[in-house]
């Protein structure tokens, strides 16, 4: 709980800050293709080992971002939903083992610190806090409890040809999806 009020507070801060030296800002909508892979650990459960592991766990999300700017660096704030589905491989205490659906629907809102380095093309990385709203918690018949949210980071590039961005990030401290790659696209709104 004390994490978040450091990363909104963080928040604060950097948007005051870009509004305070008149940087060019805009907003935009954007949709993203995700794939990850999911991996929950530490299951107190008399019949679940302690890993559930999967792969290949796809998705979307989609939602809004500001950017400001200023020069060749520029902050986003997004807002995303993010829905994600796909099996998972769950390793029973009695030697058995089944591959199970597993669904994830979450809020994701990262604040990222981007630098234009080539044209088009930005690197940009910062802080994401990640809600989840539902996930599957019934695997066989066995309830596992997920930690509900978590602070993670977001490191990645962006392409952005006129209107149309397409970013590709990769989230390497969440708890569901863990070590998510995600290709996007964006749509920007001009500037005002």
């Keep these: 709980m004390k994490a978040d009020y450091k990363y909104l507070l963080i928040t604060a801060f950097a948007l005051l800050f870009f509004s305070r030296i008149h940087a060019q800002i805009s907003g935009g909508v954007e949709a993203e293709f995700n794939t990850s892979s999911v991996k929950i650990s530490d299951i107190n459960s008399?019949?679940?080992?302690?890993?559930?592991?999967?792969?290949?766990?796809?998705?979307?999300?989609?939602?809004?971002?500001?950017?400001?700017?200023?020069?060749?660096?520029?902050?986003?704030?997004?807002?995303?939903?993010?829905?994600?589905?796909?099996?998972?491989?769950?390793?029973y205490n009695d030697e058995h083992s089944a591959d199970v659906s597993v669904v994830v629907t979450k809020l994701d809102l990262p604040v990222l610190i981007g630098v234009k380095v080539l044209g088009p093309l930005s690197v940009e990385a910062g802080p994401v806090y990640n809600r989840i709203v539902t996930a599957t918690s019934d695997f066989n018949g066995?309830?596992?409890?997920?930690?509900?949210?978590?602070?993670?980071y977001r490191?990645?590039?962006?392409?952005?040809?006129?209107?149309?961005?397409?970013?590709?990030?990769?989230?390497?401290?969440?708890?569901?999806?863990?070590?998510?790659?995600?290709a996007a696209a964006s749509i920007v709104s001009p500037k005002y």
């Design 46 to 91: 008399s019949y679940i080992r302690n890993t559930i592991n999967g792969s290949n766990i796809r998705g979307y999300e989609f939602g809004f971002y500001l950017k400001g700017q200023l020069g060749n660096i520029y902050i986003k704030p997004k807002a995303l939903a993010s829905f994600q589905s796909g099996m998972v491989f769950v390793n």
């Design 142 to 152: 066995n309830h596992v409890d997920i930690r509900p949210n978590g602070l993670g």
């Design 155 to 182: 490191i990645g590039a962006n392409l952005q040809l006129g209107i149309l961005g397409f970013p590709a990030h990769w989230d390497p401290k969440l708890r569901i999806p863990r070590g998510q790659v995600v």
